[in-house]
């Protein structure tokens, strides 16, 4: 395959328009819906910058996620289904990024430092049997998406990260502490524009533009750089 990028595009119209709420946890279906998003990551690394069309056998899908084949069947349905990707655009094993324009509508999605030996170990630590689990893969998705190029941050409250990801309010907080565990997301203190004295809390991918954080650009942060308190 080839060598993987620090980055890459990840079409994003679709979670700021709320579509990771049909990503829901329930009998049976839960555990698909989390392979689902486990799927959609390799997918996307993989895909053409131009075409948007990705090259990935099941092994490969095996070695990054430690899915079973059966989930990652599973999960490639999901997002074929719910118009994420095309399947067979250029015959077998291949599948095409639905929405995909490099002009625009896309977000930084990390890449390359989230691998190690051909492996994502945070994806090995999943066993797709808790909710939480789905929970912190649709935050993820969602920090990507909304993150915000000039400072490396997504900034949002509580209330808008439920509305459009559809967890609810009393399980962000479990979602973000497994996300932070696993070195998948760092939770950085910005003014919050709701009270003069207040702080917010904004999140950084740090795979993404590692460089540039909190010590690097964080000191030009100002109150107009906050948003409202969670």
């Known amino acids: 395959m080839a060598k993987l990028l620090p980055w890459v595009m990840m079409p994003s119209d679709w979670i700021m328009e709320g579509g990771l709420q049909e990503f829901r946890w329930a009998a049976e279906i839960g555990a698909n819906n989390v392979a689902a998003l486990m799927t959609f990551a390799p997918t996307l690394h993989r895909a053409d910058r131009v075409s948007g069309v990705a090259r990935l056998t099941y092994n490969d899908f095996e070695l990054t996620t430690s899915l079973s084949r059966t989930k990652i069947s599973a999960g490639l349905e999901i997002l074929w289904k719910r118009r994420l990707i095309e399947r067979e655009p250029e015959g077998r094993s291949t599948y095409k990024l639905c929405e995909f324009s490099p002009s625009g509508g896309w977000a930084k999605f990390p890449a390359l430092r989230l691998y190690r030996d051909g492996r994502i170990p945070f994806f090995y630590e999943l ?104």
């Open 127 to 230: 066993n797709l049997r808790k909710r939480t689990e789905l929970d912190a893969m649709k935050l993820w998705y969602f920090i990507a998406a909304r993150r915000d190029n000039d400072d490396n941050l997504a900034k949002a409250t509580y209330d808008q990260i439920t509305e459009l990801t559809g967890i609810a309010r009393d399980r962000l907080k479990t979602a973000l502490s497994l996300l932070a565990a696993s070195g998948m997301v760092h939770i950085e203190h910005v003014p919050s524009r709701q009270s003069e004295y207040g702080i917010a809390n904004a999140y950084r991918i740090p795979q993404i533009d590692s460089s540039r954080h909190k010590g690097t650009v964080g000191r030009g942060l100002t109150e107009h750089d906050g948003f409202g308190g969670l």
